[in-house]
């Protein structure tokens, strides 16, 4: 794994364009042909994993190695100077924020038209991009100038000016209102993925009755618009109402398509987050067609900004997992894990964690599609070792997953503690519901069987519970995402389970169409 040395992943996150760019701006800005930062920025960037004693070596005699730390935390200003720089066309409002910075000189030049010209500019453009704040700036300017009228011309002017400042800043605290209702929501999903208690299902139900979430209408602005369709989504898939939520996921993702002409790093973020909320509830509602067109628009992507790279790539490998465990092509999952694993090692520190833990749960189920438990138990162990705030419905299903597979390995030695500690941690969280309580108990059962008879007999109720407990929607979605019927019915019919997960997908399509 890579250091953890702040510059050294600094440096190693830096595209090649961006490296020939900072040697030019370093070579501007510090004195030296040569400068002792360029070469210490080299001497880093030719390091695979971080070695500061040859660091030291490299350097030894020169001033580098007796101030190595203070050269390093120097270098690292300068090479986020550099980025600035390179970037700050891609940089969200930084345009808008120039502009205002060269109507200021002007104005205090006393070039006053000029001012006005580039503020008109600077306006145009904070407006048409809904940045309130770049755009109530650029009116506060404007009143400035317009100090330079007479006396009745001026207060009627101004005051026009200042009605529109109020409005836009009316506008900006309402946005920053559904911002803060979103953050309230995620919260309480890391937590209630799924809602499986009356409680939880009721703080959904009271949080979507406040007034803010009464009607699109209440958004003022087109980002405000934007976070009511997300937050209206999540609400309606924790619900179990998935077509609604994917119905206003499609129309987050509608309008961030049309912002992209051209598109800035921060527009691209946004996009990639529409896709992934979009085919979020595609896989909810079963809609499998779209999901490969948009995990090739994210493998598409193309940016110098590292972060837009990783975002786009951690969520096209996870919906492509995702589709293969839906329909049962978990072979070609196995065959993409080379892929994948380069994946993993090239920006294991720029993946958001929770997309590590995904993977490793889909593999795990992959292998398990193609009839290896064991090695689907190591990579499950990989989730379940894995310190980071991973959400609690995925460690639910790991641990389940644990004693089937165990079982499916004939790890018999293992299993009868296994359950011990399962049960116990269910218990602990208060996260014992029905389906838990099931799978525990069956599997309970099947380590006790001594016979095959008992064993079908076993697997033919539990099918039959399983198909009771499908009808309640908060159950279905842990049931579901392992398919744990096709599972019984594998062993039920002496069958591969990856050819009775195609059939119940297949069969499930045919009839929606009949539909």
Same mark, same amino acid.
């Given at each position: 794994?890579?250091?953890?040395?702040?510059?050294?992943?600094?440096?190693?996150?830096?595209?090649?364009?961006?490296?020939?760019?900072?040697?030019?701006?370093?070579?501007?800005?510090?004195?030296?042909?040569?400068?002792?930062?360029?070469?210490?920025?080299?001497?880093?960037?030719?390091?695979?994993?971080?070695?500061?004693?040859?660091?030291?070596?490299?350097?030894?005699?020169?001033?580098?190695?007796?101030?190595?730390?203070?050269?390093?935390?120097?270098?690292?200003?300068?090479?986020?100077?550099?980025?600035?720089?390179?970037?700050?066309?891609?940089?969200?409002?930084?345009?808008?924020?120039?502009?205002?910075?060269?109507?200021?000189?002007?104005?205090?030049?006393?070039?006053?038209?000029?001012?006005?010209?580039?503020?008109?500019?600077?306006?145009?453009?904070?407006?048409?991009? &809904?940045?309130?704040?770049?755009?109530?700036?650029?009116?506060?300017?404007?009143?400035?100038?317009?100090?330079?009228?007479?006396?009745?011309?001026?207060?009627?002017?101004?005051?026009?000016?200042? /009605?529109?400042?109020?409005?836009?800043?009316?506008?900006?605290?309402?946005?920053?209102?559904?911002?803060?209702?979103?953050?309230?929501?995620?919260?309480?999903?890391?937590?209630?993925?799924? /809602?499986?208690?009356?409680?939880?299902?009721?703080?959904?139900?009271?949080?979507?009755?406040?007034?803010? @979430?009464?009607?699109?209408?209440?958004?003022?602005?087109?980002?405000?618009?934007?976070?009511?369709?997300?937050?209206? %989504?999540?609400?309606?898939?924790?619900?179990?109402?998935?077509?609604?939520?994917?119905?206003?996921?499609?129309?987050?993702?509608?309008?961030?398509?049309?912002? @992209?002409?051209?598109? %800035?790093?921060?527009?691209?973020?946004?996009?990639?987050?529409?896709?992934?909320?979009?085919?979020?509830?595609?896989?909810?509602?079963?809609?499998?067609?779209? $999901?490969?067109?948009?995990?090739?628009?994210?493998?598409?992507?193309?940016?110098?900004?590292?972060?837009?790279?990783?975002?786009?790539?951690?969520?096209?490998?996870?919906?492509?997992?995702?589709?293969?465990?839906?329909?049962?092509?978990?072979?070609?999952?196995?065959?993409?894990?080379?892929?994948?694993?380069?994946? /993993?090692?090239?920006?294991?520190?720029?993946?958001?964690?929770?997309?590590?833990?995904?993977?490793?749960?889909? $593999?795990?189920?992959?292998?398990?599609?193609?009839?290896?438990?064991?090695?689907?138990?190591?990579?499950? &162990?990989?989730?379940?070792?894995?310190?980071?705030?991973?959400?609690?419905?995925?460690?639910?299903?790991?641990?389940?997953?644990?004693? $089937?597979?165990?079982?499916?390995?004939?790890?018999?030695?293992?299993?009868?503690?296994?359950?011990?500690?399962?049960?116990?941690?269910?218990?602990?969280?208060?996260?014992?519901?029905?389906?838990?309580?099931?799978?525990?108990?069956?599997?309970?059962?099947?380590?006790?069987?001594?016979?095959?008879?008992?064993?079908?007999?076993?697997? &033919?109720?539990?099918?039959?519970?399983?198909?009771?407990?499908?009808?309640?929607?908060?159950?279905?979605?842990? $049931?579901?995402?392992?398919?744990?019927?096709?599972? @019984?019915?594998?062993?039920?019919?002496?069958?591969?389970?990856?050819?009775?997960?195609?059939?119940?997908?297949?069969?499930?399509?045919?009839?929606?169409?009949?539909?």
């Amino acid at each position: 794994m890579k250091s953890k040395d702040f510059l050294f992943d600094l440096i190693a996150s830096l595209t090649p364009s961006e490296k020939r760019y900072f040697k030019v701006y370093a070579s501007r800005h510090v004195r030296g042909k040569r400068n002792n930062y360029v070469q210490l920025f080299e001497a880093i960037n030719r390091q695979k994993v971080y070695d500061e004693d040859r660091i030291l070596r490299t350097f030894e005699g020169h001033k580098v190695a007796r101030y190595l730390s203070v050269a390093k935390n120097y270098l690292y200003s300068l090479i986020l100077k550099s980025l600035r720089a390179y970037h700050n066309e891609n940089i969200y409002d930084y345009h808008s924020k120039e502009q205002l910075d060269f109507a200021d000189i002007l104005r205090h030049k006393g070039l006053f038209e000029q001012a006005a010209l580039v503020l008109k500019r600077a306006k145009k453009e904070a407006l048409e991009r &809904e940045s309130h704040i770049y755009a109530v700036q650029a009116l506060e300017q404007e009143r400035q100038l317009l100090k330079r009228l007479p006396a009745e011309e001026y207060y009627r002017a101004a005051d026009a000016n200042l /009605l529109q400042q109020q409005q836009l800043m009316e506008e900006h605290m309402n946005r920053m209102s559904y911002v803060r209702l979103w953050h309230q929501l995620d919260e309480f999903q890391k937590k209630n993925s799924a /809602l499986r208690t009356k409680e939880a299902r009721e703080w959904v139900t009271t949080f979507m009755q406040h007034p803010l @979430l009464r009607s699109e209408e209440m958004a003022l602005s087109q980002r405000a618009k934007n976070y009511f369709y997300v937050i209206m %989504s999540d609400c309606h898939q924790l619900l179990g109402a998935n077509e609604q939520a994917l119905a206003y996921n499609y129309k987050v993702l509608k309008v961030r398509e049309k912002e @992209l002409s051209p598109p %800035s790093s921060s527009q691209l973020l946004n996009y990639i987050s529409a896709i992934n909320n979009y085919l979020r509830t595609c896989c909810s509602t079963w809609h499998c067609d779209a $999901i490969p067109i948009y995990v090739e628009r994210l493998r598409s992507i193309e940016s110098d900004s590292i972060t837009v790279t990783v975002r786009a790539r951690e969520r096209a490998f996870f919906y492509e997992l995702a589709l293969n465990r839906m329909t049962g092509a978990y072979a070609d999952s196995i065959a993409g894990l080379a892929d994948l694993t380069r994946f /993993l090692e090239e920006y294991f520190h720029q993946i958001t964690p929770h997309y590590v833990e995904s993977y490793y749960l889909e $593999i795990a189920i992959a292998f398990f599609g193609v009839g290896d438990p064991r090695q689907a138990l190591v990579w499950l &162990e990989k989730v379940l070792a894995r310190k980071s705030t991973k959400r609690q419905e995925m460690v639910n299903q790991a641990k389940l997953l644990t004693l $089937i597979f165990h079982f499916e390995a004939g790890n018999v030695a293992v299993l009868e503690s296994t359950l011990r500690s399962t049960y116990r941690y269910f218990i602990k969280r208060k996260h014992l519901f029905q389906f838990e309580s099931l799978v525990i108990n069956f599997i309970r059962q099947l380590h006790k069987a001594l016979s095959d008879h008992e064993l079908r007999l076993l697997f &033919e109720s539990m099918l039959r519970e399983t198909e009771a407990l499908k009808q309640d929607p908060f159950e279905r979605q842990a $049931i579901e995402y392992f398919d744990v019927q096709a599972w @019984l019915i594998s062993r039920i019919e002496n069958r591969p389970f990856s050819d009775v997960v195609s059939e119940r997908v297949a069969a499930w399509k045919a009839q929606r169409q009949m539909d």
